[in-house]
């Protein structure tokens, strides 16, 4: 692991020091896995928008999944 020097302003570091005290953690722990579900989510973003360019350069054509409309179930509705 490498140590490294951070700016946090008071209320966001009052606010982190109160739930690393509640889930009895580290505030070092805490920032780490804050930062692993931060990169998660910008990942999961642009998967998301390539996704979307994907379906905006080759929309789905009428009737290209009917064949799975029976294999469906939406539940009680």
Known sequence: MKTIQITID??????VD??????????SA????ALHLA???????LEEQRH?????QHPVEPGEFDVWTNEQSWGEL
């Open 10 to 15: 008071e209320p966001l570091l009052a606010e």
């Open 52 to 56: 979307a360019r994907g379906y905006a």
């Open 39 to 45: 990169i998660k989510r910008h990942r999961m973003l």
């Open 30 to 33: 805490f920032i780490r896995e």
């Open 18 to 27: 109160k739930l690393v005290q509640a889930m009895n953690t580290a505030r």
